[in-house]
């Protein structure tokens, strides 16, 4: 099974600020996947992250808010830029592997925005 | 062992049967979350259940929490070729914390 770490696991940040979380994983893959979970609502796919190419992103979410870089197979960073309250919500990567397509998931990064 | 137990790891069936798949906690669900997961794709948000007892459906599948809010099953009725994939549930282990625990997965592959 996969490994992942996240960095920062939570943090705290004002309003207007932008914050980078970090995705490490212990294997080299494909695909990454950064979500989005809101307090007592479910996880919200931002985007894929593909290595060598531009991040796809869902309905919603645009690269400016979320700029995402892929440098290699194991390594992701998603940005949350000019925060606001609203954007306060655990972050996780994930990626998909394994013999059974199992979903891996980071510990996640709690961000709260003041 | 796992905090959140889902069965079975993977499943075969075939079209137009019914299935039915298990998660099961051995501590008190805030919530729970069914998901699906296509080859390739990122998970898709299917049901979410808070209430102990508390049954959802949405065209062909239906999910259950229990009253103890320990287990949590989803049943798909009349399968169908576009029902196959993996499905994921997620649980609050934590009421506020918002810690997520996750499931192994289950891989549903439907014969024609």
């Not at chain 1, 309003?15 to 979970?37: A, H, N």
């Not at chain 1, 290699?72 to 990567?93: A, G, H, K, Q, R």
């Not at chain 2, 049967?17 to 501590?27: E, Q």
């Not at chain 2, 049901?47 to 239906?62: A, F, N, P, V, Y």
Request: glycine share 8%; hydrophobic share 30%; net charge neutral.
């Amino acid at each position: 099974s996969a490994v992942i770490s996240q960095k920062p696991s939570r943090d705290i940040c004002q309003r207007g600020t932008s914050l980078t979380i970090q995705c490490q994983v212990d294997s080299q893959v494909t695909m990454m996947f950064w979500y989005r979970q809101q307090p007592g609502q479910s996880l919200t796919l931002i985007a894929t992250a593909n290595q060598g190419s531009e991040a796809t992103y869902e309905s919603g979410f645009v690269i400016d808010k979320f700029p995402i870089s892929r440098p290699n197979l194991t390594f992701s960073t998603l940005t949350v830029s000019n925060m606001s309250p609203e954007d306060s919500s655990i972050y996780l990567c994930s990626l998909t592997g394994g013999v059974k397509d199992t979903q891996y998931f980071g510990p996640g990064t709690r961000l709260t925005v003041l | 062992s796992q905090e959140l137990e889902q069965s079975p790891q993977s499943l075969i069936v075939q079209e137009g049967k019914n299935l039915t798949i298990n998660c099961t906690s051995s501590k008190t669900l805030y919530g729970l979350y069914w998901y699906k997961q296509k080859y390739g794709e990122g998970l898709i948000f299917l049901m979410m259940l808070q209430k102990g007892g508390e049954e959802k459906s949405h065209e062909k599948i239906t999910a259950k929490l229990d009253e103890k809010k320990q287990q949590s099953s989803l049943h798909i009725t009349a399968s169908q070729p576009s029902h196959a994939g993996i499905y994921l549930c997620g649980a609050d282990m934590s009421y506020s914390n918002y810690q997520l625990i996750w499931g192994a997965g289950t891989k549903l592959i439907i014969k024609p």
